[in-house]
Nanobody, 113 residues
Framework: VQLQASGGGLVQAGGSLRLSCAASGTIISTSTMAWYRQAPGNQREFVALIRPGGSINYADSVKGRFTISRDNARNTVYLQMNTLKPEDTAVYYC????????WGKGTQVTVSS
């Protein structure tokens, strides 16, 4: 199983980015797919997830600003991030859970004030 995250970058506060996570070796429609993030000196924290049935959960800190979605045909999960804040700066990781968890390499998101 490979998860390839992309779409990170440098953006000013208030801006937007869309992260993508392309999966191979697993089918995202039957996996719980999630995004986590880790800021320097902090533990990795949950951001958002989407279950096979389509239900979604968000961390309180991103509710109303971030949207998780998936494209089953492309086997890809997205994280649309709007109204970004400097505290959103972190490395963002994609996660797939089918009883066994898989992690991709992260993508850096930096939000300048």
């Amino acid at each position: 199983v490979q998860l390839q995250a992309s779409g990170g970058g440098l953006v000013q506060a208030g801006g937007s980015l869309r992260l993508s996570c392309a999966a191979s070796g697993t089918i995202i429609s039957t996996s719980t797919m999630a995004w986590y993030r880790q800021a320097p000196g902090n533990q990795r924290e949950f951001v958002a997830l989407i279950r096979p049935g389509g239900s979604i959960n968000y961390a309180d800190s991103v509710k109303g600003r971030f949207t998780i979605s998936r494209d089953n045909a492309r086997n890809t999960v997205y994280l649309q991030m709007n109204t970004l804040k400097p505290e959103d700066t972190a490395v963002y990781y994609c996660n797939a859970n089918r009883g066994v968890q898989y992690w991709g390499k992260g993508t850096q998101v930096t939000v300048s004030s």
